[in-house]
């Protein structure tokens, strides 16, 4: 695990989480704070985070254990699937509601962070809706939802759309109408990820605008739901070196302070998240961050002081299960990972027609890749004896490489270095093979400045670390970014293929 955004001297340094934890939503509870993310196509889906003061967070759990409609996610779909969730407290349960931009509006909710929580329940079919975020208001009983378009399911962007929303949030009660207008805003446009709120008398609707990499962070405020609504910027990169400062969440301590947490996007490293503080100006509007641009170090939240934390990344694999850091490409299958009683993860080696294809197949166990220069470590052994088997440790984006063992037709084991560009079509090899004489290998990928990655292995004959291959550059897809990933393959034919057995994992300081 690598730590670095609490400072240790009541400071912390932004961003809090320096991995793609895309689209945050955060709220708190008692004296608990939580936060989802966008988890896209992978599963298990809606990331579950827990904080006490806002800038140490770990990752305690999944809301979604498999995507819906399930038929079709069996395969890779991974720029698909959970856009943009909303993460509220309501009546004694948590709230999650999301959209799916090819289905429509779903959510789900539990009594407790931690589960059980419902099946998906959809609430509004339709292509292109993404970006749902729903408000109870507490002294009339009215509930209200509020969504963005995605332009190419709909056809239609830049709009977000406002709902009367039966209290159990089963359902619309309305045919909704446009509150937000972005086209009829000079120089706005791109208008999504909208959070609703009430304060001071007033609805708020916080959402950015401009796009991801270059956009802003606007306040919108209206005395009625369904508006007229008025704008303003109320967070933009200014001098700062924080890029589009853009989708997040507004958050109240139990001190009375005011926060404000959303992602900047990092190309391979995704969309990582910063932490801003955030006040009420005198007229009435939000200041987020210092005067309405990003901090880079601040005071700490006036909270308890931690301990200092991250999400998990080292596994040890007791019993062949993996922490809850991992996800796979696509809705899991039985006996892709089988427990077992040793330390270590037991990849069975499934047998697909795509295996040249990493980016195809939805048995790669995957983790997000570090916003930071580090070091990841595996050990593997490859136990099948099928010919073509290979497994291995991977870089996994538009374009992807990795380093493993694969079996010979003569029945040998050998050291594999393999990559594909975003335009490839299939992998090439990016080294000689060379034979792992006892069928095992220590694997290690240094990350770089710039996501830039350099492969090595260790054959255990006391020779060390051996570079393989040139550098290679990790490129994120088109939302989600570079995925490290572990995997074990066979080639199509009949019959239990054997496995592989990784152990020990680490990300650590270079």
């Given at each position: ?141 009215e509930a209200y939802l509020v969504h963005a378009w995605a332009k190419s399911r709909s056809g239609v962007k ?274 000689h093979p060379r034979v792992a004489p006892e069928g095992r290998v220590r694997l290690r990928i240094a990350i ?62 270079p």
């Amino acid at each position: 695990m690598i730590t670095g955004a609490d400072l240790g001297d009541g400071t912390y340094r932004n961003p809090v989480l320096n991995a793609d934890w895309s689209d945050p939503d955060v709220v708190r509870v008692d004296d608990d704070f939580y936060l989802t993310a966008s988890s896209f196509g992978r599963a298990p889906g809606l990331p579950l985070l827990h904080s006490r003061d806002l800038v140490n967070w770990t990752l305690v759990g999944h809301a979604l254990e498999r995507l819906q409609p399930a038929g079709e996610f069996t395969v890779p779909r991974h720029d698909c699937g959970v856009w943009a969730p909303s993460l509220r407290y309501h009546d004694d349960r948590f709230w999650i509601f999301w959209g799916d931009p090819d289905h429509g509006i779903f959510q789900v909710n539990s009594p407790a962070i931690r589960g059980p929580w419902t099946s998906p329940h959809l609430v509004k079919e339709g292509k292109g809706l993404i970006d749902a975020c729903p408000l109870w208001d507490e002294e009339t009983g009215e509930a209200y939802l509020v969504h963005a378009w995605a332009k190419s399911r709909s056809g239609v962007k830049n709009r977000l759309t406002g709902h009367r929303m039966h209290p159990e949030g089963t359902g619309l009660l309305d045919e909704g109408k446009v509150i937000v207008d972005g086209d009829r805003i000079p120089g706005w446009f791109t208008i999504e990820g909208p959070k609703l709120y009430q304060h001071d008398g007033w609805f708020w609707i916080l959402a950015p605008a401009g796009g991801v990499e270059t956009g802003w962070q606007g306040a919108f405020r209206s005395r009625d739901f369904f508006g007229p609504y008025e704008e303003r910027i109320v967070l933009e990169q200014g001098d700062t070196d924080v890029n589009g400062p853009h989708q997040g969440g507004w958050v109240r301590t139990s001190a009375g302070e005011d926060w404000f947490l959303h992602f900047q996007q990092r190309g391979p490293y995704g969309r990582v998240v910063h932490l801003q503080p955030m006040s009420w100006g005198g007229d009435g509007w939000p200041v987020v961050g210092d005067a309405g641009t990003p901090v880079a170090v601040h005071r700490k939240p006036d909270l308890p002081v931690q301990t200092p934390a991250a999400p998990a990344t080292d596994d040890d694999f007791p019993g062949g299960r993996f922490g809850r850091q991992w996800q796979w490409t696509a809705n899991p299958r039985d006996g892709w990972a089988p427990q077992h009683s040793g330390d270590g993860l037991r990849l069975s080696c499934v047998r697909s027609a795509d295996a040249h294809d990493l980016r195809k197949l939805p048995n790669i166990l995957t983790q997000r890749l570090p916003g930071v220069e580090c070091v990841v470590e595996v050990e593997l052994r490859l136990d099948s004896e099928e010919p073509g088997a290979r497994a291995g440790l991977a870089v996994l984006g538009d374009s992807f490489g990795w380093v493993g063992l694969e079996r010979a037709d003569d029945g040998t084991v050998r050291l594999v270095h393999r990559f594909a560009e975003s335009v490839a079509q299939r992998e090439r090899d990016a080294d000689h093979p060379r034979v792992a004489p006892e069928g095992r290998v220590r694997l290690r990928i240094a990350i770089g400045a710039g996501a830039r990655c350099r492969f090595a292995y260790d054959l255990g004959a006391g020779g060390g670390w051996e570079s393989s291959g040139p550098v290679f550059a990790a490129t994120p897809w088109r939302w989600v970014g570079a995925l490290l990933g572990l995997f074990a393959l066979a080639p199509v034919g009949g019959g239990h293929a054997g496995a592989a057995t990784f152990t020990q994992f680490r990300v650590v300081s270079p």
